[in-house]
C-alpha cells in the first residue's frame, strides 16, 4: 500500500507493509507508529533530522510516551552527525535535557557510520525503514518481528560501540 497512513494501524497487532513517498506520509506515519510506543524508541539518522525528529509535536508525543511508562520508557538515537541540531531548535534534544534519564542520543561510529539507512524501531516490533536517510521513501510495518528484532540487533551493537554526543549535551538551551 502506498499512500495516507491507516490510522487503524495497530503497533504488534497489523502486519501489512506501507510504503510512503512523501515527507507529509512519513511525518504522519512517525508521529502515528511513536505515539504507540510501550518500551522503546530506537532512531537511526544520519543527522538529528529536525524536520521530522526535531519538531515539537513529535517531542510532546515523546514526552507522553515516558509520562505513561516511566518505568521502562526508553529513547535511544544514533546519529552519524549530531551537529546539525546545534544549527536549529530541536525540541527533543530540548526534551533530553529534560528527561536525561529516558533519552539518549549517540554518535555513530567505525564501520556504523557509514550507514546511509534511517530507521525508527519501536517496542521491538514496529519499524520504519527508510534505505535512504534524507529521503520520504519508507516502508513502514506495524509489525513485522523478524525485521524489527534484526535491525534491533544491529541497533544494540552500534549503540554500545558508538560516542556520547557531547556537541549535543554542551548545547544551551
Known amino acids: 500500500m502506498t499512500g495516507p497512513v491507516d490510522t487503524d494501524q495497530?503497533?504488534?497487532?497489523?502486519?501489512?507493509?506501507?510504503?510512503?513517498?512523501?515527507?507529509?506520509?512519513?511525518?504522519?506515519?512517525?508521529?502515528?507508529?511513536?505515539?504507540?510506543?510501550q518500551h522503546s524508541l530506537r532512531i537511526v539518522a544520519l543527522d538529528t533530522e529536525p524536520e521530522l525528529y526535531g519538531r515539537e509535536a513529535f517531542a510532546a508525543l515523546v514526552a507522553d510516551f515516558i509520562r505513561r511508562r516511566h518505568k521502562v520508557a526508553r529513547v535511544q538515537l544514533l546519529l552519524a552527525d549530531p551537529r546539525r541540531a546545534t544549527q536549529v531548535t530541536h525540541h527533543l534534544v530540548q526534551l533530553w535535557h529534560r528527561f536525561p534519564?529516558?533519552?539518549?542520543?549517540?554518535?555513530?561510529?567505525?564501520?556504523?557510520?557509514?550507514?546511509?539507512?534511517?530507521?525508527?524501531?519501536v517496542d521491538d516490533t514496529g519499524i520504519i525503514r527508510r534505505p535512504e536517510a534524507g529521503v520520504p521513501a519508507a516502508?513502514?510495518?506495524?509489525?513485522?518481528?523478524?525485521?524489527?528484532?534484526?535491525?534491533?540487533?544491529?541497533f544494540a551493537e552500534a549503540f554500545a560501540r558508538a560516542a556520547p554526543c557531547s556537541v549535543l549535551r554542551r548545547l544551551s538551551l
Do not use: P
Open 10 to 37: 495497530q503497533l504488534g497487532r497489523d502486519d501489512r507493509i506501507i510504503r510512503t513517498e512523501t515527507f507529509a506520509e512519513l511525518l504522519a506515519a512517525t508521529d502515528h507508529m511513536a505515539a504507540q510506543a
Open 101 to 121: 534519564s529516558f533519552i539518549e542520543f549517540r554518535e555513530l561510529r567505525d564501520e556504523y557510520a557509514r550507514t546511509r539507512e534511517a530507521l525508527m524501531i
Open 139 to 154: 516502508v513502514i510495518t506495524y509489525r513485522s518481528l523478524t525485521t524489527a528484532r534484526d535491525r534491533a540487533a544491529w
